[in-house]
């Protein structure tokens, strides 16, 4: 099964604009799971949120460009190793 880069894109802005508090939400939820996790997060939470909602955008935006995948989430995987991620 192949996956329409479009439609995924399309998706998430669908989300986007009928909960825009989905990354809010998605921060809410992995802190009432796994409360010990936080203490890792000490930025503001609404700050953190739109971080991710912009991570998740760039991501799509380049579905078809791997090198750009690669160097890009290959980086922000390494500064996530080093927070304790």
């Given at each position: 099964?192949?996956?329409?880069?479009?439609?995924?894109r399309?998706?998430?802005?669908?989300?986007i604009?009928?909960?825009?508090?989905?990354t809010?939400?998605?921060?809410?939820?992995?802190?009432?799971?796994?409360?010990t996790l936080?203490?890792?997060?000490?930025?503001?939470?609404?700050?953190?949120?739109?971080?991710?909602?912009?991570?998740i955008?760039?991501?799509?935006?380049?579905?078809?460009d791997a090198?750009?995948?690669?160097s890009?989430?290959?980086?922000?995987?390494?500064?996530?190793?080093?927070?304790?991620?």
């Amino acid at each position: 099964m192949t996956l329409d880069p479009q439609v995924l894109r399309d998706s998430f802005e669908l989300v986007i604009e009928r909960r825009p508090d989905l990354t809010i939400r998605f921060y809410e939820i992995l802190f009432e799971r796994y409360p010990t996790l936080a203490p890792m997060f000490r930025r503001d939470r609404t700050a953190q949120a739109k971080m991710l909602a912009g991570a998740i955008a760039a991501v799509l935006d380049h579905l078809e460009d791997a090198p750009w995948l690669e160097s890009t989430l290959g980086e922000l995987g390494a500064k996530h190793v080093g927070y304790g991620v």
